[in-house]
């Protein structure tokens, strides 16, 4: 079975600059989640998606963070314009609802 | 209060030695517990589950005590591939499955 699929792995932005970010989750998964991991610390959850519905996005940045999945499979995680403190790792996760989260491999970000 | 706190680590041990994790959280409405294994520049994966009546998956055993809010996980005989970083997770349960992560603690494993 293929995971969760990511790109890019690595990123390296200046501050104020645009990214995004690709998630494709395993098939038949209808949760979707997008996780900040910063160095040194546990993930942090920025937003799930219940197939192309927000049920959470109490912790994302609004101002600058913006999420979709519009057909219920793909999604992507943008952040206009970045900032230093964006530096960090961001997970996307997977699952059937209420079943063990799986972990794509992360997208690295550097904002310099 | 953070919502889940870990020891701060990091622990460096001796192979075949014993090493216990724990961790509280400060949500008396969690309604699920799971250890999370991270490897260097890796993604999370799921370790176990943590259950009321404590389980034991080969040389790990995890523990809960809702009265406490407080969770443990104990490795015994440790490998080297043993070595990693293991995070507390809790979830609200219900119908959107919220984890919420300890920091981790980095776990070392000489030979």
């Known amino acids: 079975e293929a995971g969760v699929a990511q790109s890019p792995r690595y990123k390296i932005i200046e501050k104020r600059q645009s990214v995004a970010f690709w998630c494709n989750p395993i098939?038949?998964?209808?949760?979707l989640y997008w996780y900040q991991q910063i160095l040194g610390q546990g993930p942090k959850l920025l937003i799930q998606f219940q197939n192309n519905g927000v049920v959470d996005d109490s912790q994302l940045p609004k101002d600058r963070f913006s999420a979709e999945r519009l057909k219920g499979v793909d999604s992507t995680l943008k952040i206009q314009p970045a900032k230093l403190e964006d530096s960090a790792v961001y997970l996307c996760?997977?699952?059937?609802?209420?079943?063990?989260?799986?972990f794509g491999p992360g997208t690295r970000l550097t904002v310099t | 209060r953070k919502e889940v706190e870990q020891d701060p680590g990091p622990f460096n041990v001796p192979e075949g030695a014993t090493v216990a994790f724990n961790c509280t959280y400060s949500n008396s409405a969690s309604q699920s517990f799971f250890w999370y294994r991270q490897d260097c520049r890796k993604e999370p994966k799921l370790l176990m589950s943590?259950?009321?009546s404590g389980n034991e998956d080969g040389r790990f055993t995890a523990q809960l005590n809702r009265a406490s809010q407080y969770i443990s996980l104990l490795i015994r005989d440790s490998k080297l591939s043993d070595s990693a970083t293991y995070l507390c997770v809790v979830s609200q349960g219900g119908s959107n499955y919220k984890l919420t992560f300890g920091k981790g603690t980095l776990l070392t494993v000489n030979p």
């Open positions: 943590v259950y009321s």
């Open positions: 996760a997977s699952s059937p609802p209420v079943y063990e989260q799986y």
């Open positions: 098939s038949g998964h209808a949760t």
